[in-house]
């Protein structure tokens, strides 16, 4: 007799090491949350913890973009020097669209400086290699920047242009990224316990590196747009229903949208890429998905709307890829038999 899915469940969460993990599965509305862990329970209950992301706060970031392009504010192809402030120096090429930005294709780096990164892991600090940059500085780098490829030609993975696509959001709507993505993406999905920063509760988990050592809360700084997100299990399955039932939400275009495939270039053997999320076929139809890490924090999430489920795996601890929540997670989502 097969296991059923929440002893798949249980299982794959038993299987991470980690001080606090949690998995969470939602079929057809019907939710089943299990949690392990090798540190004590927290006084708060692991459930009900609030863990950072990574950067699938990239996903809710597109999310956003979307629904400003189907109510008429921005265009997928808008330059993003058009969005931001006019620099006092030399201006990044008109070439760049937001649409670049947001599907890793505008030619940019990870990161501004790598010496930065080098320097941060070097100096033993326990942050993040981001907290130096201002959202000034990560602009002035922007416009500074000048590519070895044209916009559009070629996939390359970037924090550092995901946070300038959030900062020329919230610009062009006079407001922050933080407030801009609240009033457009958090309330009306009614993700009631995710935010942008630690909150004063005590309710926000501990990460820790992979060899076990507990880390500080993430300091984001400029970069906040592209990883900054932190949610409880219960607000990440309150998001991805939403993907698998949009029509029930005011957000319904958007979340139509983000789901259609995105034509970039990518690398060889890579799973095709929709506006926000990375796509996998499976036996019972595409897999929506995207991981994220932080020092402390690792996490999944993925959806398949053909049999509207959606699965959620959160760890505190950074992994390798000996202890890969990732993996864990999408091969438990890409093989539990649920075909309607």
Same mark, same amino acid.
């Given at each position: 007799? /097969? ?6 469940? *249980? ?7 980690? !001080? +606090? ?12 949350? #299990? ?6 329970? !927290?006084?708060?209950?692991?459930? /009900? ?9 990239? @996903? ?8 400003? #392009? ?7 192809? @808008? ?8 620099? $006092? ?54 416009? *500074? ?9 070629? &996939? ?28 457009? #993406? ?17 309710? +926000? ?7 076990? @050592?507990?880390?500080?809360? =993430? ?14 299990? +219960? ?22 949208? #983000? ?7 990518? !690398?060889?053997?890579?799973? +095709?890429?929709?506006?926000? &999320? ?15 890490? $932080? ?11 053909? @049999?509207?489920?959606?699965? =959620? ?28």
């Amino acid at each position: 007799m /097969n296991p059923t899915p929440a002893r798949q469940l *249980q299982d794959a969460a038993d299987s991470v090491r980690a !001080p +606090d993990v949690v998995f969470g599965l939602t079929h057809h509305g019907d939710r089943t949350i #299990v949690t392990s862990g090798t540190a004590e329970e !927290p006084a708060a209950g692991r459930e /009900n913890l609030r863990y950072e992301i990574g950067s699938v706060s990239k @996903t809710f970031m597109g999310l956003l973009l979307a629904g400003l #392009v189907h109510d008429g504010h921005l265009r997928y192809d @808008t330059p993003v020097t058009a969005c931001l402030p006019t620099p $006092t120096g030399p201006s990044a090429p008109e070439t760049i669209s937001l649409v670049h930005l947001c599907t890793h294709t505008a030619g940019l780096p990870g990161m501004p400086d790598l010496r930065g990164v080098v320097g941060f892991y070097l100096s033993g600090r326990t942050t993040s290699p981001y907290a130096d940059y201002s959202r000034q500085r990560l602009l002035d780098a922007f416009h *500074q920047h000048r590519g070895r490829h044209a916009p559009g030609h070629r &996939w390359r993975y970037s924090n550092f242009g995901a946070a300038v696509l959030g900062h020329a959001l919230a610009h062009t709507a006079g407001t922050c990224y933080e407030d801009l993505l609240s009033e457009r #993406v958090l309330r009306p999905l009614g993700l009631r316990h995710t935010r942008t920063a630690p909150g004063q509760d005590g309710a +926000d988990a501990v990460g820790h590196r992979d060899a076990g @050592t507990p880390v500080d809360h =993430i300091e984001l700084n400029g970069f906040a747009p592209a990883g900054a997100v932190r949610a409880t299990p +219960d607000d990440l399955l309150t998001y991805l229903e939403a993907h698998l039932c949009p029509d029930t939400t005011p957000l319904d275009a958007a979340l139509h949208a #983000v789901r259609a495939t995105h034509t970039a270039p990518r !690398p060889r053997r890579a799973p +095709d890429r929709t506006l926000t &999320w990375f796509c996998h076929e499976s036996r019972h139809g595409p897999i929506y998905f995207h991981g994220g890490a $932080t020092l402390g924090h690792h996490v999944y999430l993925g959806y398949r709307p053909a @049999t509207h489920t959606a699965l =959620i795996g959160l760890a505190t601890r950074r992994h390798t890829l000996r202890h890969n929540l990732v993996d864990t997670a999408h091969q438990l989502l890409a093989g539990l038999d649920q075909s309607g």
